[in-house]
């Protein structure tokens, strides 16, 4: 499989964005972690900051939203300059969810949704159809630089059979602690899309370590 890389810019400098965002260059996607200190207990960044970077690239922009009721925000993080936008399906009713779903196809961008560590792989399911990307998180969101959550593989492995089966075309992503050592537990469990913040940006290297990261 062709494994597609997206660092976390959480791990940037933000004082230095730009120049962060071009060192990352042969990545595959520039992941943006969203949070609005309710759905996670931390802030970090906004509608202003996706719009400054979207000239800044040409990857598409991952943009990863750990914020409540997703619906009312989705569209505007389309307009900013967001390729692919993810909400979590723990974030509003399963009415919401499937409408953000419409709402970002709307406007021409990919879909996706997210699991938090203790959502079933089977909480999927009434969206597999409707998505480009489901991302399973291997660390409880909030913050970068954690443990990865090894025994988060086997919903890695049954939301690959999922895919498969359903819709295969849909990439699979992991997000949290994914470094030289886990990545390939990863790779092996299904995933196609690795999130990399900590271990990208603390690199010596960092295009060593993105095709290092590709196993
Ligand atoms: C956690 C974020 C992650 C995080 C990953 O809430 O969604 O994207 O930045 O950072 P590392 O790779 O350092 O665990
Ligand atoms: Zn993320």
């Known amino acids: 499989m062709n494994i597609k890389i997206s660092p976390s810019i959480l791990a940037a400098d933000f004082a230095n964005l730009q120049r962060d965002i071009q060192r990352i260059s042969a990545a595959d996607y520039v992941h943006v972690d969203v949070m609005d200190g309710h759905f996670v207990p ?9 719009e400054s970077i979207r000239p800044t690239t040409d990857l598409p922009l991952d943009v990863h939203l750990m914020i409540e009721r997703p619906v ?3 569209e505007r993080f389309c307009d900013a300059g967001a390729d692919i936008v993810t909400c979590h399906v723990e974030a509003d009713t399963e009415e919401n969810i499937h409408e953000a779903l419409r709402l970002i196809h709307a406007k021409g961008k990919k879909a996706g949704i997210v699991l938090k560590p203790k959502t079933p792989a089977s909480a999927v399911l009434p969206f597999i159809n409707e998505v480009e990307m489901i991302l399973v ?23 690959r ?19 030289l050592n886990t ?3 990863c790779i092996n469990s299904g995933a196609n899309v690795l999130v990399a913040g900590s271990a ?11 095709a290092a990261l590709r196993g």
Do not use: H
């Open 42 to 50: 931390n802030i970090s960044i906004g509608l202003p900051v996706v």
């Open 72 to 74: 009312l925000w989705v």
């Open 137 to 159: 998180m291997t660390v409880e969101p909030g913050f970068g630089g954690q443990k990865f959550m090894a025994d988060m593989m086997p919903k890695v492995q049954t939301i």
């Open 161 to 179: 059979g999922y895919i498969d089966a359903m819709n295969p075309a849909c990439d699979l992503e992991v997000d949290g602690g994914v470094d």
């Open 183 to 185: 990545a390939p537990l």
């Open 200 to 210: 990208v940006y603390k690199a010596e290297d960092i295009p060593q370590r993105i």
